[in-house]
């Protein structure tokens, strides 16, 4: 967690007053075309490896550095800074990661081959799965024959029906129905915290 | 009790005869273009062994001794070598071969030869412990079972309303302004707390090659992406 002065600081500075607009136009135009006025710039032959990018399993912390394994055997060192959004069920900082998470990163590639992450998830998962049974906190998901057990987290877990806005309430979901599962992995289980379920109400 | 052997044999002959080999293991010992012939096969052989049950007497049950215990076998050997395949005894619908498929063709094997020593009414409880020996069948008891236990329990039902991060991220990416600042961003969610009416959430961002932090204000409550405020300090 960032300090309570700084919160206090960028919470001033965005609902202080008139900066917060003066901030919004000096970027120039809010029009959506400048959003895509930059995309050229990210130039990759169809399938290169992203140099930006890196996946594994984190085998070491050293300081705020990361020693990551990819999939693929590459070794990537990854360094968070302050400036790092770590991603961990929910938007957290870098003393939740640890050795054993799964790892998706992005952020820029330095001359010595560090990469100088923008945005970590760790343990991260995307899962379309059938809904087997619904306990206490508990949805027992089957993801292509293997039985995944998905834990609700109160306070965090969301549900979104039928495309509409996020809501807390997962009483909706249906045993037997499809659901695709958002989720934090517990690394060597077949478990997940689930962070957003998507599911069609009826 | 034979005659239930015998009509389980029939069930699993007559799905196999109407085809739908998807998934079954078969496909990797005799090649994929011949499972939907080899399963006709399988089919006929069940119907001329529930055949024999009923006529041929021990003849009859020891062949169905020997064919469960070859289905055990097989059932077995798919559970190592394609773990992702659907059993495909007794219906199309998708079955990883588990503990109960193993449990059911050793069952069905004890019944074939034990036939003779049980008095008739034992095929009730035989019927009952097939049934739930059969992960094909789940969706006429189980999960019906599942449902009703859902709807007079509400195992999640109970849980406080809040509104998720999740959706203040959505209405934060409806709105025009995150849209027009999308390039200056870097990282996913930072930090995010709530203030009064608004929940504020950071992003970390860059401006003419300057490390600088994007602060977006959300309505908490509203759906009102355009009241939504930024900065960038």
Redesign the interface.
């Known amino acids: 967690?960032?300090s309570l002065g700084r919160?206090k600081?960028?919470?001033s500075?965005?609902?202080g007053s008139a900066?917060?607009?003066v901030?919004?136009t000096?970027?120039?135009?809010?029009?959506?075309e400048?959003?895509f006025?930059?995309e050229d710039n990210w130039m990759l032959e169809p399938d290169a490896i992203d140099p930006d990018f890196a996946e594994g399993r984190i085998t070491g912390i050293k300081g705020t550095m990361l020693m990551v394994t990819g999939s693929d055997r590459t070794f990537h060192r990854i360094l968070l800074t302050s400036?790092?959004?770590v991603?961990k069920l929910?938007?957290t900082t870098f003393d939740e990661a640890e050795v054993g998470d799964g790892l998706y990163a992005r952020g820029a590639r330095m001359p010595d081959g560090v990469l100088a992450a923008?945005?970590v998830?760790l343990n991260i998962v995307n899962l379309q799965t059938h809904i087997?049974?619904?306990?206490?906190?508990?949805l027992h998901l089957d993801h292509?024959?293997h039985r995944i057990v998905g834990h609700?987290v109160?306070?965090?877990?969301?549900a979104?029906y039928n495309g509409t806005?996020?809501?807390?309430?997962?009483?909706l979901?249906?045993?037997?129905k499809h659901a695709q599962v958002i989720g934090a992995w517990r690394p060597d289980t077949n478990e997940v915290d689930i962070?957003?379920v998507y599911a069609a109400a009826a | 009790m034979d005659v239930l052997v015998a009509a389980v044999l029939l069930w699993a002959a007559v799905f196999k005869l109407r085809g739908g080999a998807q998934r079954s293991a078969l496909a990797k010992i005799v090649g994929k273009h011949r499972v939907t012939t080899v399963f006709r096969i399988i089919g006929g052989v069940e119907v001329a062994l529930a055949a024999g049950l009923l006529l041929a007497g021990p003849v009859g049950a020891w062949a169905a001794f020997a064919w469960f215990l070859g289905l055990f076998g097989y059932l077995l050997w798919a559970r190592v070598a394609e773990p992702e395949s659907s059993c495909g005894c007794l219906a199309d619908k998708y079955a990883p071969v588990g503990v109960r498929a193993l449990a059911r063709a050793a069952v069905l094997a004890a019944m074939a030869v034990t036939a003779e020593l049980v008095p008739w009414f034992a095929a009730v409880p035989g019927a009952v412990v097939i049934v739930l020996l059969s992960a094909e069948l789940d969706g006429y008891w189980l999960v019906p079972l599942r449902r009703l236990k859902v709807r007079l329990q509400h195992p999640l039902g109970s849980t406080e309303f809040h509104i998720p991060v999740a959706s203040t991220v959505q209405q934060l990416h409806k709105s025009q302004v995150y849209q027009s600042a999308y390039p200056l961003l870097r990282s996913d969610v930072l930090d995010t707390w709530d203030e009064g009416e608004w929940r504020i959430l950071t992003y970390s961002a860059e401006r003419d090659g300057e490390r600088a932090t994007a602060v977006f204000a959300v309505p908490r409550e509203r759906y009102e992406p355009d009241s939504i405020r930024f900065a960038l300090t």
């Open positions: 967690m960032e919160r600081f960028l919470t500075a965005v609902l900066t917060a607009v901030g919004a000096a970027l120039g135009s809010l029009a959506p400048t959003a006025a930059q400036g790092t959004s991603w929910r938007n923008d945005a998830w087997v049974a619904i306990n206490r906190d508990v292509h024959g609700v109160t306070g965090t877990t969301a979104v806005p996020a809501i807390s309430d997962l009483s979901l249906q045993v037997g962070a957003t």
